[in-house]
């Protein structure tokens, strides 16, 4: 039995329901223990176990010491989500005064320990595998479990959700019909939701970390203007979820 | 004394105040970082902020956009047409379906069942535990079908939807739903037979549900009824509920008049909508010898049931009358007028969900939110408190205090904007 904690930052628990629901399969339930989960299990305090899955952003000092304590007592971990990837949508916020974003929601923002910045958890420690996605599939998390109980692990591929179209069959909702879409710098795994229901895909996995720079976002960027996407729209998808590589490649060179 | 929540979704904590050794008031603390929705969504486009809030909550994002999406459309005028309602209508049951199997199978279960977690009751009970997941499985094929995927869903638009689902995945669904429904009844009839006899009494408590006209179950609305008193939701939060900063802390406690805590969600819809749940249900809950209204905020499992199981019978009709020629619409949102107010509110897992934003030029400016679980954390700290207050402040009090929480359901990261707790002085 691999002794498995799930942790939990700043997040919605999206990504922790899918863990959820990999252990529905009887296979995963009897090959792995869930020993830490404020959800899911009675246990206050995490302790050592060989698996832990951290969903969310870090926010504040406390979460970025509970996130180096959660590493100290785990043999392998795994970024689970956007949010702990790149930063997730509540990435939006980054760039305006902390005050300003305080203030705007609470009557008395000087209770409010937050950073002004977003931190992704790979920002702070090293974690051993990453499974982005808003929420993450299902189908990947079950895929790594299965593999990680043989020993191994899935094979990282680097590809867009333009190849998931292609492989579905999916008519190019940009190109046939000109509606605008993400799907050419987006990272694949969600197996083309958006482009499947009619709509283009709004970045939630995050920005590709391959094969994109500065240049070629800003020509996306344009094409996208010109098929009449909003200019604030299309700011807010690309940092709104993948910020740390959207920012990291807008520096420059590639990220 | 110090405690940390578990089985409720998000990071929270039970803060207790003791005078000499003993109970004198219970808090529940929200230790999770918040994600000031509130803010960002500020400066962006109204069909944008409907794929945005879905991200407030993994367990209930469809309540999140759909409601959303009907403030829009009912200050701007849309038109929805009434084959695409249901359809949302389908995918927000699907989420009440799996929303309510979740928080009774791997939160509150253990507890009513006495196991240590989900993981010891599958052990000792594998066959209804399979029901139980049977159910979920199900939902999430639903959602997938509805709305594209368990969480986040992406078929939720202004004017309606995205794309209206295959026929043949409907049918799919169609066929499964009486095996569902019979493994369903298996998994409610073991939850409802057990009638855990030490639970807290609530005290004196008001409920508060959205309220309509019509025969149909608490859904969407603009008006809520506070003990049988209809009030438009404006009035309600603007008004008679209030937020209030409580003493000895820094939390914000929605309050009616400011005074007395209310309870929102399963439990309040239970006891003031039961008659609008289906035959099927009310005979099924009073087969097990429970009939409204509930008065332990710990018996919520049993309106959870009931509302599950009405969920899912009104799917079966739904599924049964899919009409795949439904149009969806595409009717455009840019040209708003200036200062427009639209507000609406959806009866989400937990309880009234309300939106409120001014929107100029089909762009939001200002956006508030009142979520189910931060409305009823005036009312756990106030069940708490009555239930231990006076005793010794140990751990046996703790864990009373700890099954009111997991009896609400709380959604910890919802709710975080509402209330940073620090103790001040006890």
């Not at chain 2, 009907?70 to 989420?95: N, Q, T």
């Not at chain 2, 929303?99 to 279960?109: G, K, P, T």
Request: hydrophobic letters at 40%; aromatic letters at 10%.
């Amino acid at each position: 039995m691999y002794r498995v904690a799930v942790v939990k930052l700043t997040s919605c628990s999206g990504c922790i329901n899918e863990i959820v629901y990999a252990f529905t399969f009887s296979d995963i339930a009897s090959k792995y223990r869930i020993e830490y989960s404020t959800e899911l299990v009675d246990v206050e305090e995490m302790g050592g176990v060989d698996i832990a899955f951290i969903e969310g952003s870090i926010s504040n000092k406390h979460q970025e010491e509970l996130v180096k304590s959660v590493r100290a007592k785990a043999g392998f971990v795994v970024a689970i989500g956007t949010c702990a990837v790149m930063g997730g949508v509540q990435s939006l916020r980054v760039g305006s005064d902390v005050n300003d974003v305080k203030k705007a929601v609470y009557a008395e923002p000087q209770y409010i320990e937050v950073y002004s910045d977003v931190k992704p958890v790979t920002d702070v420690i090293k974690v051993d595998f990453v499974i982005p996605g808003c929420p993450i599939n299902g189908s990947a998390l079950t895929s790594f479990l299965r593999k990680y109980a043989f020993g191994g692990l899935p094979i990282a591929i680097h590809e867009s959700v333009c190849a998931e179209c292609k492989r579905r069959g999916l008519e190019c909702v940009l190109v046939a019909r000109g509606v605008p879409c993400l799907g050419p710098v987006t990272v694949s795994g969600c197996g083309a939701i958006c482009p499947s229901f009619g709509r283009g895909c709004y970045g939630c996995y995050g920005i590709k970390h391959v094969d994109l720079n500065r240049e070629k976002l800003e020509a996306f960027s344009r094409r996208l203007a010109e098929l009449g996407m909003d200019r604030d729209d299309i700011d807010a998808l690309l940092k709104g979820y993948g910020f740390k590589v959207y920012s990291a490649i807008m520096r420059g060179g590639e990220a | 004394m110090k405690a940390v929540l578990t089985r409720v979704e998000g990071e929270g904590g039970i803060l207790v105040v003791e005078r000499g050794g003993y109970v004198e008031n219970v808090f529940y603390e929200i230790s999770e970082a918040p994600r000031f929705f509130e803010y960002i969504v500020v400066g962006r486009n109204a069909e944008r902020v409907v794929d945005i809030v879905s991200r407030v909550c993994g367990l209930c994002g469809v309540s999140y956009s759909l409601v959303a999406a009907e403030a829009f459309e009912k200050c701007l005028g849309i038109e929805v047409d009434p084959e695409i309602r249901m359809l949302r209508a389908a995918l927000h049951l699907a989420e009440r379906v799996k929303s309510h199997v979740i928080h009774v199978f791997y939160m509150n279960l253990p507890e009513i069942a006495q196991a240590k977690s989900f993981a010891e009751f599958l052990q000792r009970n594998p066959q209804i535990s399979r029901y139980a997941q049977d159910v979920l499985m199900w939902s999430r094929k639903a959602m997938e079908v509805f709305g594209g995927r368990f969480h986040n869903v992406v078929n939720i638009k202004i004017g309606g939807v995205y794309r209206v689902p295959d026929k043949s995945d409907v049918e799919k669904l169609e066929k499964e739903i009486a095996t569902v429904i019979k493994a369903f009844t298996e998994f409610a009839s073991f939850v409802l037979s057990i009638k855990p006899s030490d639970v807290v009494q609530n005290v004196k408590i008001h409920q508060v549900s959205l309220y309509s006209s019509s025969s149909e179950y608490p859904h969407l609305s603009d008006r809520v009824s506070l003990d049988g008193d209809v009030y438009s939701v404006a009035e309600f939060y603007k008004s008679i509920s209030r937020a209030m900063q409580v003493q000895y802390s820094t939390a914000l406690h929605y309050r009616v008049k400011g005074v007395e805590s209310f309870v929102v969600g399963p439990f309040a819809r239970f006891n003031q909508s039961y008659s609008k749940l289906s035959k099927e249900v009310r005979d099924f809950v009073e087969m097990y010898d429970w009939s409204p209204p509930l008065h332990s905020i710990m018996h919520s499992y049993v309106a959870r049931i009931a509302e599950a199981y009405d969920a899912l019978l009104t799917l079966e009709k739904y599924l049964d009358t899919f009409k795949s020629s439904a149009i969806t619409n595409t009717s455009s949102i840019a040209s708003t007028k200036s200062g427009a107010v639209c507000e609406y509110a959806v009866e989400a897992p937990r309880g009234i969900l309300y939106h409120r934003y001014i929107v100029d030029i089909g762009k939001v400016k200002i956006c508030d939110i009142i979520t189910p679980t931060a409305q009823n954390l005036a009312a756990m700290s106030d069940i708490a408190t009555a239930a231990i207050r006076g005793r010794k402040a140990d751990a046996s009090s703790i864990a009373i205090a700890k099954r009111i929480a997991i009896s609400f359901d709380p959604c910890i990261s919802c709710s975080v904007h509402a209330l940073p707790v620090k103790i001040i002085t006890a």
